[in-house]
Every structure is written in C-alpha cells, then in structure tokens.
C-alpha cells in the first residue's frame, strides 16, 4: 500500500512505469473519500441535510467508492496491453462505471435494509426542531 512519495518512488523502481497508474488511483481514492464524508458530516451538523439524508449519502458515498476502485482497477488491467493510453482510459471508465453501479447498489441495499416508515418519522421530528434523533425515541 502507497502511504507516500517515497512509498511511490519504491515501487515504481520495483515494477516499473506500469504500476504508476495503480498507485496514483490508490492514493486519490484514499483522499477522495474522506473529504466527502467530512463535507456530508458538515452539512449533516449544519442541519442542511435530514438524518436520513446523511444515511443515504453516505451509503452511496461508500459504494461509489468500492465500485471505483474495483472498476478504476479492473479497468487498467484489463487495457494494460495498449500502452501508454490503455490503461488511463481503462482505469477512468472503469472507476466512472463502478462509482455509479456501486452507488446505485448502496442505495438498493439502503431501501432493502431501512424501513421507509422511520426514515418519514425521523424527518417529521427534524421538521419540528428535534434533531440526532435515534430509534425507539418518542417526544
């Protein structure tokens, strides 16, 4: 795993410059997410978005983000042939169509999973002024 430059440096010197493209995608993804949860968590205390819909954001965040890597991934190595070309075009339209599947995914799963009945609930208090509300709570 690339946790720096140096870490960089290594391993471009043990693989060569076919690797570059897997570390870059590994250190942007790894970036990539924390920020967008910390802008969601942002919002959510800003009370711009309900509870519910910090759920949900986040669920997508996070299956955006394995369906990206997965893709971003799958999709350099399956085009590492044609280089220099191949494996860039490979790995952003991958990384593009495994973000949206993964999201779309997560949020499936989020429906499957949480009862529709709270998540109107936990909005109607948020409504009134009642917020960080958790189940089983009544006013």
Do not use: C
Not at 14 to 34: F, H, I, R, T
Not at 62 to 78: I, K, M, R, S
């Amino acid at each position: 795993m690339v946790e720096s430059v140096s870490d960089l440096k290594e391993l471009l010197k043990e693989l060569g410059k076919d690797a570059l493209m897997l570390a870059l995608a590994e250190m942007a993804g790894k970036w990539a997410v924390p920020i967008f949860a910390l802008w969601e968590v942002t919002k959510w205390e800003l009370h711009e978005e309900t509870t519910v819909e910090f759920r949900k954001n986040l669920e997508s965040l996070g299956g955006a983000a394995a369906g990206a890597w997965g893709g971003g991934e799958g999709g350099a190595l399956a085009l590492a042939e044609f280089e220099p070309v191949g494996p860039i075009i490979g790995g952003l339209g991958g990384a593009i169509i495994g973000g949206i599947l993964g999201a779309k995914a997560a949020a499936k799963l989020d429906g499957i999973i949480m009862d529709k009945g709270e998540d109107l609930i936990s909005d109607a208090y948020e409504f009134f002024g009642w917020y960080h509300v958790t189940r089983n709570t009544h006013p």
